[in-house]
């Protein structure tokens, strides 16, 4: 009888006589995408090793020999060298496994530990890192967006509502618009970090350990302290490998962003177009077309607004995954790496492209002075006007209608009707009526906290400055 294959499996083999089929092998295997956690993982096995020593659980001996395997470990993936095996499932067993073939002491690392306890350890770790580096790439892109605005500051455009032109506004305060949704953004990932700065090891598979571990030494070990330096635990092992609420955090904020990115992107596609012609992008972030010459294509922000569907994605990918699973863990749940390493990676680089695109984008002072020019998107200013002068709000939004209405039909600007014209639409009207199409006094009728107003916008570029400074 042919003997069966050989389990490869020395942490969990013990009691079957066949190994799983290649087919099994390949289904079941994590280490092609959660090789990226190796270093978290190595850093948990130190701390592991260390509380076990500290306990009196290991010898100080088998603790040393540990941590220089370990190591060596490290380095031989840094460098490439460490051979991945596919047969070992995942990024736990291999490091595990090679680490006991040159530190036999190393049998005993996986003392009072789990999997599952140290796959959420991992990703807790994974979580901390991946946010701070998050948040500098925010700061990086605020900084870009509140140079240009400071660059474009004596620009004015129409603002819009339902794409039609709206009101009068700097390109400032529009780029600016966009530095708020980023800080909060900002915000949201370090919350994210707050969630994850929690340590979960010692919870075992489900039920902890009946070995005299000490949680909080690993805990300190791997800086999941609060701001007094305390060790900060989960105080339920089976919450602590089920849950996944960091995860869902993690890719709500991506998703948030990217859906910030999305609409960032469409304004500029818009300002881009011909018919705008507000923004010149530079040759390094666009495309040409293979059969039109003329062409230059906004790509790097159509692919930004195209990333967001693939980041809301990672996120219903993680929402669905969670929904219906019982406590504590099942093995559904190695799915949610590949959800969460995208969405970083692809938010990581859209933060990078968005960031360069912008910081070499050009406003065409000519195209954007023109379509400010319109002197419609002061009609609201004139409706103003007639309340200072007594007029009932309601009333003032119907005269001036009709004064636009008489200008639409005599094909006359609003501000070139006569006199006797335009008193006839609305009697309120003062010899002065003409000076609210004056774009400088509209600017500067708008200094009030948030508005656009010039002073207001210089106020919150120093604000910027200053926040990014720290
Ligand atoms: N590769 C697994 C995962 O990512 C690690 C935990 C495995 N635990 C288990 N009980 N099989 O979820």
Redesign the pocket.
């Known amino acids: 009888m042919k003997k069966p294959k050989e389990n490869k499996q020395a942490s969990w083999g013990g009691r079957f006589s066949e190994a799983p089929s290649e087919l099994m092998l390949r289904f079941g295997e994590?280490v092609s995408f959660?090789r990226k956690l190796a270093f978290f993982d190595i850093q948990g096995s130190r701390a592991q090793a260390e509380m076990l020593a500290s306990c009196g659980i290991i010898s100080e001996k088998d603790c040393s020999e540990i941590l220089r395997g370990l190591e060596k470990i490290a380095d031989q993936i840094a460098e490439g060298k460490f051979k991945w095996d596919m047969a070992l499932?995942?990024v736990?067993m291999n490091i595990e496994q090679a680490l006991t073939k040159i530190a036999p002491a190393a049998a005993k690392l996986h003392t009072g530990r789990?999997?599952?306890d140290?796959?959420a350890t991992d990703m807790r770790l994974f979580f901390k890192s991946a946010s701070l580096r998050v948040q500098d790439k925010i700061e990086s892109l605020m900084g870009v967006l509140v140079s240009l605005a400071e660059k474009n500051s004596e620009i004015l455009i129409p603002g819009y509502t339902h794409l039609q032109r709206a009101q009068p506004v700097g390109v400032s305060h529009h780029i600016l618009a966009w530095v708020e949704m980023l800080c909060r953004d900002l915000n949201r990932f370090k919350g994210v970090y707050e969630s994850a700065n929690i340590s979960p090891l010692g919870s075992g598979?489900i039920a902890g350990t009946t070995l005299p571990v000490n949680r909080e030494i690993s805990a300190e070990i791997m800086g999941f302290t609060d701001s007094k330096g305390r060790a900060v635990l989960t105080q339920n092992s089976m919450d602590a490998v089920a849950d996944r609420d960091v995860f869902l955090e993690f890719l709500s904020a991506c998703s948030i962003m990217a859906v910030h990115f999305s609409r960032i992107a469409e304004d500029v596609i818009i300002w881009n177009t011909s018919e705008f012609a507000f923004v010149k992008l530079p040759d390094t972030f666009t495309t040409g077309s293979s059969l039109m010459p003329q062409k230059k294509n906004p790509d790097s922000f159509e692919l930004l607004r195209g990333k967001s569907a693939r980041i809301i994605g990672d996120m219903s990918t993680m929402f669905a995954l969670v929904k219906g699973l019982p406590l504590t863990?099942n093995?559904d749940?190695?799915e949610?790496?590949p959800a969460v390493f995208d969405a970083y990676e692809q938010a990581m680089i859209c933060l990078d492209v968005l960031a360069g695109a912008l910081s070499r984008a050009e406003f065409n002072a000519k195209k954007c002075a023109e379509a400010v020019s319109d002197p419609l998107l002061l009609a609201t200013d004139l409706a103003d006007y007639l309340v200072m002068r007594g007029v009932a709000f309601r009333q003032a939004h119907h005269y001036v209608g009709g004064l636009v209405a008489l200008a639409e039909k005599t094909n006359t600007p609003i501000n070139k009707l006569s006199d006797a014209d335009a008193k006839k639409v609305c009697p309120h009207l003062g010899g002065d009526w003409r000076e609210v199409f004056d774009l400088n006094r509209a600017m500067k009728m708008r200094e009030k906290v948030g508005m656009p107003g010039k002073k207001q916008t210089a106020k919150r570029i120093a604000h910027w400055k200053k926040f990014l400074a720290k």
């Open positions: 994590s959660d499932e995942d736990h789990s999997r599952n140290q796959v598979a863990y093995r749940l190695q949610d790496k």
